[in-house]
C-alpha cells in the first residue's frame, strides 16, 4: 500500500472528522437536561480531557500495530478475529453512518436557520452526502488536499466567530456562560458527557488510515495534537454560544449557534455563522467518507464482509456507496436526539474495548514496545469514565440499550457465515493471525509493518 499521508494530514482528518454536527448542536440538548451553561461547559471540558487520554492510548496502540482499520484491525489483531468484527459492525452502523446522518441533519437545521424557516426534509444534508461520496471514490488525492484546505479555512472561521462574540458580547456574557444551578443532577451530567463525547469522537481518525501513513511512528503526536486543538476551540466556542443569550432561548435547540448568533448580531451573524457551520459539517461528511469505508474494504480482504466491497482501486468505491446509503437511509428515518445517544453508546463501548485490548497487550509485552505516558492509571481512567457515562445514558434512557443490542444482534450469524464461507474457500482468516513481532520486521522503518497474507 503506498505510504500517501503525512502527519499533517493525519492530523487534519481528525480535526475534520471532530469539528461537526456535535460541535455546533450538543450543547443545546445538555442545557436542556442540566439547566443551566456552567455544567454543560463543564461537560466539555471534561469531555477534552477523555477525549485526549483515548488519543494518547490509542496513538500507543498504533504505534504498535500500524494498521489501517481503527478498531477493527486493533482488536482483531490484539484480541480476537470476533472482537474486532463486532467492532467493525459498530462502526459501519453507528460509527460512521450515524454521525453522517447526524451531520447531514445538522446541515439543515442550520440551513433553515440561515433562511429563517421551518425545520424541512434533511435534502440539503443528503446532496451533500452523495457529492462528497463520488468525490472521494473519483480520487483519494483529491480528497486529501481538498481536505487539508477546507480544515485550515474551517479553524480559521471559528476563531473569527470566536473573536466577532467576545466583541459583540456584553461584559457579562463570560459570567453568564458559567452560570451554576442550584441543584447538580449528576446522572444529567453523565449523560451530557455522552453526547459531547460524541462530538469529540472523531480523536481516532488518524487510527482508520494508520497503515497509509509516511510516519506511522508519530500517529500519537497527529491524534494528541489535534485532540488538543479542538478541545481549545470547543471551549472557547461553547462559551461564546452558551453566554450569548438566556438559557430558556438555547435549550434544545439543534440549531444552538444560530440562535446565538442571532443573539449577538442579528441576523447577518446569523446567517454568518450558519454558512460557517455548513461549511464544517461538510468537511466532516467528508472525512467521514474517507475513513468509513476503509475499515469495511479490510473487512471484505480479510473474508469478513462480501468480496465486493474490497478496495481494488486507490478508493474503496463500494464500501464508499454503502457508508452512504446507510446514512441517508438513518437521516430520513431518525431524529437528531435519537441519533445521538445511540451513536454515543455505541461508540464509549467500542473505544472503551480498544483501551481495554491496549492494556492486555501492555501487560503481556514490555514498556518500550507499548509505550504510554500515565500507565496504567491513564487507560483506566479513559475506561471508567466512557463506561461510566455510557451506563448512566442506559440507566436515563432504556431504550438505547435494546437499539444498541438489535445493531449487534445481526453480527454474530454474519461473522459464522462469513467465517465458513472463508474457510471452506480459502482456509484461515488473516484477522485470526498473531500479533506480529514489529522488531522483527526491519530496524530502519519501525513503521513498515507488513502482515503477512494482506494484499490489496
Keep these: 500500500m503506498t505510504r500517501r499521508l503525512g502527519a499533517w494530514s493525519a492530523g487534519a482528518l481528525v480535526v475534520a472528522s471532530m469539528v461537526g454536527s456535535g460541535a455546533f448542536t450538543v450543547s443545546g440538548v445538555a442545557l436542556a437536561e442540566l439547566g443551566e451553561p456552567g455544567p454543560v461547559l463543564l461537560a466539555w471540558a471534561v469531555g477534552g480531557a477523555i477525549a485526549t487520554a483515548g488519543a494518547l492510548c490509542y496513538g500507543a496502540l498504533g504505534q504498535r500495530l500500524p494498521l489501517s482499520g481503527g478498531e477493527y484491525a486493533l482488536l482483531s489483531r490484539a484480541v480476537s478475529p470476533l472482537a474486532g468484527f463486532l467492532a467493525g459492525w459498530v462502526s459501519l452502523i453507528a460509527g460512521f453512518s450515524a454521525p453522517l446522518a447526524l451531520a447531514a441533519l445538522g446541515l439543515q437545521a442550520y440551513f433553515d436557520a440561515a433562511l429563517g424557516r421551518a425545520a424541512g426534509r434533511p435534502w440539503l444534508g443528503a446532496l451533500a452526502i452523495g457529492v462528497c461520496a463520488l468525490a472521494h471514490a473519483a480520487s483519494t488525492r483529491f480528497g486529501v488536499g481538498a481536505q487539508n484546505a477546507a480544515v485550515a479555512l474551517k479553524l480559521a472561521g471559528i476563531a473569527a466567530f470566536i473573536a466577532v462574540g467576545v466583541a459583540a458580547g456584553e461584559g457579562g456574557s463570560l459570567s453568564q456562560a458559567l452560570r451554576w444551578p442550584a441543584r447538580f443532577d449528576a446522572g444529567a451530567f453523565a449523560l451530557s458527557i455522552v453526547w459531547v463525547s460524541f462530538a469529540y469522537s472523531g480523536w481516532n481518525a488518524a487510527s482508520y488510515v494508520a497503515s497509509e501513513l509516511r510516519e506511522p511512528a508519530r500517529l500519537s503526536r497527529s491524534l494528541v495534537g489535534a485532540t488538543a486543538l479542538v478541545t481549545l476551540a470547543y471551549l472557547a466556542l461553547n462559551a461564546v454560544i452558551l453566554g450569548a443569550a438566556p438559557p430558556a432561548a438555547l435549550a434544545g435547540r439543534a440549531e444552538i449557534g ?37 475499515v469495511y474494504a479490510q473487512m471484505a480482504d480479510d473474508g469478513l464482509l462480501p468480496r465486493f466491497l474490497r478496495s481494488r482501486a486507490a478508493a474503496p468505491r463500494a464500501a464508499i456507496a454503502l457508508q452512504a446509503l446507510l446514512a441517508l437511509g438513518l437521516s430520513a428515518a431518525s431524529d437528531f436526539a435519537e441519533l445521538l445517544g445511540y451513536a454515543g453508546f455505541l461508540l464509549s463501548l467500542s473505544s472503551a474495548a480498544t483501551v481495554l485490548a491496549l492494556m492486555r497487550l501492555r501487560a503481556r509485552e514490555d514498556a518500550r514496545r507499548v509505550p504510554l505516558p500515565g500507565w496504567p492509571w491513564l487507560p483506566a481512567a479513559f475506561v471508567a469514565a466512557t463506561s461510566a457515562s455510557a451506563l448512566a445514558l442506559v440507566w436515563r434512557e432504556p431504550f438505547v440499550l435494546a437499539l444498541g443490542a438489535a445493531t449487534l444482534a445481526p453480527a454474530l450469524p454474519v461473522y459464522y457465515l462469513m467465517t465458513r464461507t472463508r474457510a ?33
Excluded at 454568518?272 to 464544517?280: C, H, R
Excluded at 480459502?426 to 493471525?433: E, H, I, S
Aim: glycine share 12%; hydrophobic share 45%; no cysteine.
Design 424 to 456: 471452506r474457500g480459502r482456509g484461515r482468516l488473516r484477522t485470526a493471525q498473531p500479533v506480529p513481532d514489529r522488531d522483527a520486521l526491519g530496524r530502519a522503518d519501525e513503521g513498515r509493518l507488513r502482515v503477512r497474507g494482506r494484499s490489496r
Design 258 to 294: 444560530a440562535v446565538a448568533a442571532e443573539a449577538l448580531g442579528g441576523a447577518p451573524l446569523r446567517q454568518a455563522l450558519s454558512a460557517l457551520v455548513g461549511f464544517a459539517l461538510l468537511t466532516s461528511i467528508s472525512s467521514l467518507l474517507m475513513a468509513g469505508p476503509r
